[in-house]
């Protein structure tokens, strides 16, 4: 426990003659929770967490830090595309708003009630099947070509070179870009790095 007496800040306000601050530090077996202040005396009541607060916070530290557990929703869940659907919307008359094309009498069809809910629920279909989500790209394969091995060129250099083909007729995701390590090597760029390079 260790006692600390603050009189110079407390000195505008009457009555108060000493503040004590204690402190007790447990191990922590988790190391993903550090334990809080248990108390403080400072005029002020005394709060302490409770143990539905403490547990509450380690299932959030746990969900955060990637947790085998925690299940990461990928685009084709049912979630996800239930989301992008309502960020989307589903109006019947932008989805079937009719291309410019030639000019042609409306159709008139007199339907009964079943029969008018029957063709607005195939409406509703099709327009589903018009607004179905495209999937997305996979995720791009690393890059770990190696050109050269330079060992002579060990130890000259303390930083990375990178050289970049600058030619304004070829498209970015062609260029040519190559890094060479201080060890001597010479490599393809990552794909991180590719990126870096590309907005200079």
């Not at 008359?93 to 291309?99: E, M």
Request: charged residues 30%.
């Amino acid at each position: 426990r260790t006692t600390v007496l603050l009189w110079s800040l407390l000195r505008s306000s009457p009555g108060v003659e000493r503040v004590r601050f204690r402190a007790r530090i447990q191990p922590w077996h988790s190391g993903l929770l550090q334990p809080l202040p248990c108390s403080f005396e400072m005029g002020l009541p005394r709060r302490r967490f409770s143990s539905e607060a403490a547990s509450y916070l380690l299932k959030s530290i746990l969900a955060e830090s990637g947790s085998p557990e925690t299940k990461k929703p990928t685009f084709m869940d049912e979630e996800v595309q239930s989301i992008l659907t309502k960020m989307t919307g589903l109006n019947l008359q932008k989805t079937f708003k009719p291309a410019i094309q030639e000019l042609k009498p409306p159709t008139y069809k007199l339907m009964t009630q079943a029969q008018l809910e029957e063709a607005t629920r195939q409406a509703v279909e099709a327009a589903k099947v018009r607004l179905k989500m495209p999937p997305v790209l996979e995720e791009r394969v690393p890059i770990n070509d190696v050109l050269a091995e330079d060992k002579i060129l060990e130890g000259t250099e303390t930083t990375k070179y990178v050289f970049t083909d600058i030619s304004y007729s070829i498209p970015h995701r062609e260029r040519f870009i190559v890094v060479r390590e201080p060890s001597g090597t010479l490599r393809k760029a990552s794909w991180e790095e590719r990126d870096r390079m590309i907005q200079v």
